[in-house]
């Protein structure tokens, strides 16, 4: 699970955030875990969970399976 929060939209919104960069990131990490603890065959859900603040508060998603492993 990513969780990210954004005070203002001047930079895209927090899920945005979450680029393709940081998505590969996530996934190795993910797959170098799985691999230490021998769950090479457990399937992996990634979540985002974005908060965005505006003039009358949170604005809270989350994003069950975001992204895949590629």
Known sequence: MEVRERAGD?????????TGTKRRRIVRA????????????SS????????????DGPRVRHDEG?????
């Open 10 to 18: 001047s930079h895209g919104s927090a899920v945005e955030s979450v």
């Open 30 to 41: 993910a797959r170098v875990y799985a691999a230490t603890r021998g769950l090479t065959e």
């Open 44 to 55: 992996i859900r990634f979540d985002v969970v974005a908060i965005d603040w505006g003039a």
């Open 66 to 70: 975001a992204f895949a492993e590629a």
